[in-house]
């Protein structure tokens, strides 16, 4: 079957720390992206790439970093100077960059203390 | 530039009830129109879209219509059920004024279904 799978389902970090969120796709899609749930709240964009070896910034960039070196694989790095990093994180994929549906991976729940 | 506004929740109906949801856009151009259905814990799913003006989208029961003239794309379900409690994500995907595209979402609408 298809997908996005996220890893791990659950991360606990220390304060400091910077952490890497996995997301993998076998949708063969060329565009994936970083969202940012908080409670309540709507989807912030973190950062999306339209192809390998290319990303951009989404609206809240700051703190995170990315890669992009294979179409399966666009992981998501938490550094320490993120402020407030405690959040739902979720990868998404769609065929291209375009007016096209976004598929979702399942989450990564990321609490920092 | 583009937005999405959604009605405000938590929406709390009875098994059976008729729901709606409302969605109203802004945007330039053209956009391709969305719900995604978002259940406790999880990611989204898309539920249905509408890529022009006049098309309906529907699946498992849900159904908007892509209304240009009131730039809406109200959510409807004749009957509801207790599984379709879930926050429900009002989305639209177009050029943005940059140029390249953009998807934006809105805030989302907390349905709660009691039996």
């Known amino acids: 079957d298809g997908g996005i799978t996220q890893s791990p389902k659950y991360l606990f970090r220390k304060e400091g720390q910077n952490v890497t969120l996995s997301c993998e796709q076998n949708l063969n899609h060329d565009a994936m992206y970083w969202y940012r749930q908080d409670p309540g709240q709507g989807l912030r964009l973190i950062y999306y790439s339209q192809i390998v070896n290319d990303f951009q910034k989404g609206d809240i960039a700051e703190g995170y970093s990315v890669s992009r070196e294979k179409k399966e694989s666009f992981p998501l790095t938490v550094t320490s100077a993120q402020k407030n990093p405690t959040a739902f994180y979720l990868c998404?994929?769609?065929?291209?960059?375009?007016?096209?549906?976004?598929?979702f991976g399942p989450g990564t729940r990321l609490t920092v203390t | 530039g583009d937005s999405v506004t959604q009605m405000e929740g938590p929406v709390t109906l009875s098994e059976e009830a008729f729901l709606t949801i409302n969605c109203t856009y802004t945007?330039?151009?053209?956009?391709?129109l969305f719900w995604y259905v978002q259940y406790p814990g999880e990611g989204l799913q898309l539920l249905l879209k509408a890529t022009k003006a006049d098309d309906k989208g529907s699946n498992k029961g849900f159904e908007a219509t892509y209304r240009k003239e009131t730039t809406s794309f109200h959510l409807e379900k004749g009957s509801v059920q207790v599984s379709d409690s879930a926050v429900y994500f009002c989305?639209?995907?177009?050029?943005?004024?940059?140029?390249?595209?953009?998807?934006?979402f809105g805030a989302g609408t907390r349905l709660f279904v009691k039996a």
């Open positions: 989305a639209l995907s177009g050029e943005g004024n940059t140029g390249g595209f953009k998807t934006i």
């Open positions: 998404a994929s769609s065929i291209t960059q375009g007016r096209y549906e976004q598929y």
């Open positions: 945007a330039t151009g053209y956009p391709s």
